[in-house]
């Protein structure tokens, strides 16, 4: 049973676009929401997290906005490059143990 | 400071083998944990060892095993292996961050081919 549902599973964006990826959950207990960036070949790199008690965070072109209530946590990568094209996870754990559960991936292509 | 290193960064077994994987994490890390990510399945965790001991365990079957030494380096092992054993396998580190949340960093991956 997937613990953190992703969408959508690929995604094409103009450069300068602005890329929306979407995440849910249905474990309350979850409290840390980390995106993950994986580019061929590599591992995934940590991109950018949120807790719970937060319903936005910006760091640079990239931003995650939490909405509790509705379980439902989102990406948005502003101003897209063809450099961020790239397949993004988002995650979910809880504090107090150290088990992440993803979502399945959405490959994004920015196109210039 | 070093990343998560892993290795072999390629195997290619055949049906019925066994094989071993290395992970090597961040210097100060003392938690890693495994994952197996293939392109219909995505991440899917399989254990995580802290201190020499296994803490969590995802819902694979016994031939996936592991270990972890005193220097916090993890082994993973799979046995008599089957051609769906195929895939990317991640090592992560993490560390409890002051906020009281794991930080989890991922390795490049033992890109595993079963013919």
């Known amino acids: 049973q997937q613990q953190v549902k992703q969408s959508p599973q690929s995604l094409i964006v103009q450069k300068g676009g602005i890329s929306i990826i979407n995440c849910a959950y249905e474990n309350t207990a979850f409290d840390y929401f980390p995106w993950y960036q994986q580019f061929p070949g590599k591992g995934p790199a940590l991109l950018i997290a949120?807790?719970?008690?937060?319903s936005e965070k910006k760091e640079g072109r990239f931003t995650i906005s939490f909405n509790k209530s509705a379980k439902q946590f989102s990406l948005h990568i502003m101003d897209s490059q063809p450099g961020d094209s790239a397949t993004y996870f988002c995650?979910?754990?809880?504090?107090?143990?150290?088990?992440?559960?993803f979502g399945t991936g959405t490959s994004l292509t920015v196109i210039p | 400071k070093a990343g998560v290193t892993q290795t072999p960064r390629y195997l290619i077994k055949t049906r019925g083998q066994q094989v071993t994987l290395s992970c090597s994490p961040i210097s100060g890390h003392r938690s890693v944990s495994w994952y197996q990510q293939t392109p219909g399945q995505g991440l899917q965790f399989l254990f995580e060892?802290?201190?020499?001991?296994?803490?969590n365990k995802g819902n694979f079957p016994g031939r996936f095993s592991g270990r972890q030494f005193s220097n916090s380096r993890s082994e993973m092992n799979v046995s008599t292996l089957e051609l769906g054993d195929s895939a990317l396998y991640l090592c992560a580190s993490s560390i409890r961050t002051s906020g009281g949340y794991n930080e989890q960093f991922f390795g490049p991956g033992t890109r595993l081919t079963v013919l």
């Open positions: 060892y802290f201190s020499e001991t296994q803490r």
């Open positions: 995650a979910a754990s809880m504090m107090a143990g150290n088990q992440f559960y």
């Open positions: 949120i807790r719970p008690d937060v």
